[in-house]
């Protein structure tokens, strides 16, 4: 999926997305965004998260660096929101048990920045990249990066 697209359109992007996700083998399914500040990325999770029935406020987890939501629609039990920006090593998520977060079934885990801890995500995680140029962006995703 290649796609140019303008803020107002991202709803729609985020529906192809969740139509193009189907369920992870054995495990949660893994969405890994990519991009730089302003690009967009928590914005398409906010979008994501609306679609699948959360109907909290959906902010960047910068500080927490995780937030769960319950979710009653998509097929999925579970919405768990990621930011790796303060990441600085991969050992900083074994306190949030994210080891066992991805075994779960039903779940959806949705990564910002998820660059930064590559190395510990399943080879099915669906990298999505996003760029900005003015009030265009570009989603581009791919199976792996």
Request: glycine residues 8%.
């Amino acid at each position: 999926m290649d796609v140019v697209y303008e803020e107002s359109q991202t709803k729609e992007v985020a529906e192809e997305i969740l139509q193009r996700l189907g369920a992870a083998e054995g495990g949660a399914r893994v969405l890994a965004l990519s991009g730089e500040l302003g690009a967009g990325k928590t914005t398409l999770v906010q979008h994501i998260a609306k679609l699948l029935g959360v109907t909290l406020p959906i902010t960047s987890p910068t500080f927490v660096v995780m937030k769960q939501y319950d979710l009653f629609e998509g097929g999925f039990v579970h919405l768990y929101h990621i930011d790796a920006y303060r990441i600085e090593s991969e050992s900083e998520l074994e306190p949030l048990h994210f080891g066992t977060i991805l075994k779960e079934k039903q779940a959806l885990i949705i990564i910002e920045w998820a660059e930064r801890i590559k190395t510990i995500l399943p080879g099915d995680t669906i990298w999505i990249t996003i760029t900005h140029n003015g009030t265009k962006r570009r989603l581009t995703l791919h199976a792996n990066s």
